[in-house]
């Protein structure tokens, strides 16, 4: 069953806000989570990973949090541009082999 | 240019008609995979392969088969199909199981009528 979920299915900021994407998950265990945006139309694209012995991971203007107490993920993208637009998914690994997807956050930057 | 194709990218067919959904990838990669897209449910795992010949199941492979007779290639296969298997499908592979490098196709809109 699905045990990755995001917070909220939707999320609208303003250009050059900081947005902050949740997501939960549920089995202890994984030791390995992704986030992926997509955009209409095109398959999933990689944009930050951490592993669970950290806490948190910088990108290029995109941080990952991982709280493992509450089992807990975020991502966070400074200065939002229009083009953030996408849905994002965290992903979650298990076992070495099964891919785990959460449902998906739609975030629309307006400008 | 490294990339991951899959045809066709639509699809109607009819009850029973049975399909095959090619993907191919030049990366050489080992690990490939199968996803289904749905409105509220995300990306479901169908089958994935970790190798030429090894094949397993994913969350959701019911009404699925695939194969893995060389490296490049990842047909899925549907033998009966049925409109609950109406969906976005994705094929995405990776190197060794690093799924920090999955790549992911373009995807496959298949209608079951």
């Known amino acids: 069953g699905e045990s990755v979920g995001l917070h909220l299915p939707t999320l609208s900021v303003q250009e050059g806000d900081n947005s902050i994407i949740n997501c939960a998950y549920s089995?202890?265990?994984?030791?390995?989570f992704i986030w992926y945006k997509q955009e209409s139309g095109k398959g999933p694209q990689f944009i930050i990973d951490?592993?669970?012995?950290?806490d948190k991971r910088q990108g290029q203007r995109v941080t990952v949090l991982l709280n493992k107490t509450v089992k807990h993920l975020s991502l966070q993208i400074a200065a939002t541009q229009p083009g953030d637009s996408a849905v994002y998914f965290c992903?979650?690994?298990?076992?070495?082999?099964?891919?785990?997807f959460g449902k998906g956050t739609t975030l629309s930057v307006s400008s | 240019e490294a990339q991951v194709t899959q045809n066709p990218r639509y699809l109607i067919t009819v009850t029973g008609k049975k399909l095959t959904v090619t993907c191919s990838q030049n990366?050489?990669?080992?690990?490939m995979s199968w996803y289904r897209q749905d409105p509220g449910l995300g990306l479901r795992q169908i089958y994935y392969?970790?190798?030429?010949?090894?094949?397993d199941k994913g969350d959701v492979p019911e009404g699925y088969k695939v194969s893995r007779k060389e490296k490049r290639n990842f047909p899925l296969i549907l033998e009966s199909p049925s409109p609950n298997q109406t969906s976005l499908y994705f094929c995405?592979?990776?190197?060794?199981?690093?799924?920090?490098?999955?790549?992911f196709g373009p995807g496959t809109r298949l209608t079951v009528l």
């Open positions: 392969s970790m190798n030429v010949e090894v094949t």
């Open positions: 990366m050489n990669h080992e690990y």
């Open positions: 951490i592993r669970s012995n950290m």
């Open positions: 089995n202890s265990a994984s030791d390995y």
């Open positions: 995405a592979s990776s190197f060794n199981q690093k799924v920090d490098t999955q790549y």
């Open positions: 992903a979650e690994w298990q076992a070495g082999t099964a891919l785990i």
